[in-house]
C-alpha cells in the first residue's frame, strides 16, 4: 500500500515534470500569412529559435532539456532547432557549448548559424592581429575555455603564442563545425541570421557582414524585409515579436536567461531557463 503510494507520488512528479507550469509558456501574437488557410510555417513543422548561448553551456544544457519535454508534451511531426549564432565569448565555458553543438548533443536537429563572434575566432585563426580587438570582447573567455594562457595577451602581448595555443588545443570537430556554421537559413515566411539584414535589400542578396553584424540600421526599420526576420545579437530583457521580426536575444552570459522563441504555424511562443514569473511580450 504504501508502495503503492510512494510510486504514485513519483509518477505525479513525473508527470508534473512534463506540464508547462514547469516553465514560462507564453503564447504570442497570432500572424495572418496571406490567405485564411496559409502558414507561416509548412503544416507538421515546429522551430526552436535560440538565441546568443555566449559560452553558457549549463543554459544550453537547461533549455535542451526543456525543448526535450516541451517535444514529449506537445508531438510535432517535424521538429528543428535553429541555433542563431554567438556560442563562444564572454561566458565560461565556449568550449563546452561547441563540443555540445560539434557532436550533436541536443535533443532535436539542428540549424547552427554564425554568429558575428564565431566569424572573429574564425579570423583570429588565420590572423593573430585579430586578437587586438577579440580579446575586448569576449575572446579572452574563450580563449580559457580552451585552455590557452591569457595574461599576456589581457596585457596585449602574446597574439602568436595564443594563437599557436588555440591551434594546438582546437578539436578538430570543433573547428569543422565552426567552419561549417551557415549566415543564414529559410524556412516557410521566416529568414533567420544572427544579426539581421539591410533594409532595401533582397534577402537573397544579403552580404555576411550585414547578417553577422548590423545594428541599428535593421533594429531601427519598420517596414517589411519580404519575410519575418528571426535574429540574436541585440540583447533585450524580453523576446521582442514585432511584425517585421522577431528577437530572441535576451542576453543570456549576463541574465541567465536562455530563450528559445518557438514557432509553429502561425503562432509563437517562449521557453526560457528563466522559471518563476510570466513575461509579457514587446508587440508594436
Ligand atoms: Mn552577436
Not at 566569424?119 to 590572423?127: I, N, R
Amino acid at each position: 500500500m504504501l508502495q503503492n503510494l510512494r510510486r504514485f507520488k513519483f509518477d505525479v512528479g513525473g508527470a508534473a515534470n512534463l506540464l508547462p507550469s514547469a516553465w514560462r509558456l507564453f503564447r504570442g501574437q497570432q500572424r495572418q500569412a496571406g490567405g485564411a488557410d496559409q502558414s507561416f510555417l509548412p503544416a507538421g513543422c515546429r522551430v526552436y529559435a535560440i538565441g546568443d548561448i555566449h559560452g553558457r553551456a549549463d543554459l544550453l544544457d537547461c533549455l535542451g532539456e526543456q525543448i526535450w519535454r516541451d517535444v514529449i508534451e506537445r508531438p510535432c511531426e517535424t521538429v528543428l532547432t535553429i541555433f542563431l549564432g554567438d556560442y563562444v565569448d564572454r561566458g565560461p565555458d565556449s568550449a563546452t557549448v561547441i563540443e555540445r553543438l560539434a557532436s550533436n548533443n541536443f535533443p532535436t536537429s539542428f540549424i547552427p548559424l554564425r554568429g558575428n563572434h564565431e566569424a572573429v575566432m574564425l579570423q583570429f585563426l588565420e590572423d593573430e592581429s585579430v586578437l587586438d580587438k577579440w580579446r575586448h570582447f569576449g575572446g579572452v573567455e574563450t580563449l580559457a575555455s580552451y585552455n590557452v594562457e591569457v595574461t599576456e595577451v589581457m596585457r596585449g602581448r602574446g597574439f602568436k603564442a595564443a594563437q599557436d595555443r588555440l591551434r594546438h588545443n582546437l578539436p578538430d570537430l570543433h573547428r569543422e563545425f565552426l567552419e561549417q556554421t551557415c549566415l543564414s537559413y529559410t524556412l516557410g515566411e521566416y529568414f533567420f541570421c544572427h544579426a539581421g539584414v539591410r533594409p532595401g535589400v533582397a534577402l537573397d542578396q544579403q552580404q555576411p557582414r550585414d547578417l553577422l553584424w548590423i545594428r541599428d540600421e535593421f533594429l531601427g526599420a519598420s517596414e517589411s524585409f519580404g519575410k519575418i526576420i528571426v535574429h540574436g545579437h541585440n540583447a533585450v530583457p524580453t523576446v521582442e515579436i514585432l511584425p517585421n521580426r522577431i528577437n530572441a536575444d535576451t542576453g543570456a552570459y549576463a541574465t541567465n536567461v536562455l530563450t528559445a522563441v518557438v514557432l509553429e504555424g502561425n503562432d509563437s511562443w517562449i521557453l526560457d531557463t528563466a522559471g518563476g514569473a510570466a513575461i509579457s511580450l514587446t508587440n508594436g
